[in-house]
């Protein structure tokens, strides 16, 4: 009997300790290791930019602003493809976001919707610049213009303007 609890002791420290070694590669990949490689989140506000001399046809959108802290034309966004549901509840949307912030800089290609009330979300990837190929996430709230005042901090008066976050992934391996 004594020998049979010893070896169901050894034979649970062993598989233990296999787990254990299994795990450590996978923490020592992680955040902790790299935090140059950590998630980030980009705090943008933007309004409608006039459209281009030669818009594209059907033409959704632009949108310029600022990311984080940055200065104006730091952010910029246009709108590829927008459709509103049947029942006006929704409105899907497909969007280019650009943040330009020296070698933090990029460009990402998202996708998700709006509901009536002026919250998004989106979700996407980073084709080009800083972190290429990470997974994004978006999310914002529109704000209706106000007469003679901006509606949000930094946009100016007159416009509907949107507040939101740009959460970025880790980048994959290979870039940065």
Not at 103 to 113: H, N, P, V, W
Request: net charge neutral; aromatic share 10%; glycine share 14%.
């Amino acid at each position: 009997m004594t020998t049979i609890r010893m070896h169901r002791r050894v034979a649970v420290f062993v598989g233990a300790t296999a787990l254990f070694l299994q795990f450590s590669p996978v923490t020592a990949g992680g955040q902790s290791a790299n935090p140059g490689n950590a998630p980030v989140a980009i705090t943008f506000t933007k309004w409608g930019a006039p459209p281009p001399a030669m818009p594209p046809t059907p033409f959704f959108g632009l949108f310029e602003g600022f990311s984080g802290d940055g200065l104006l034309g730091s952010f910029e966004a246009e709108v590829l493809w927008r459709q509103r549901s049947v029942n006006g509840h929704v409105t899907g949307l497909e969007a280019l976001y650009e943040v330009v912030d020296g070698d933090r800089s990029f460009s990402a290609l998202i996708r998700g919707g709006q509901n009536s009330a002026g919250e998004a979300l989106l979700e996407g990837v980073i084709l080009a610049g800083w972190r290429t190929g990470a997974r994004v996430q978006v999310e914002f709230q529109r704000y209706f213009a106000i007469v003679g005042a901006p509606s949000c901090d930094g946009a100016p008066q007159n416009t509907t303007c949107f507040v939101g976050t740009i959460h970025v992934g880790h980048a994959p391996a290979g870039h940065r």
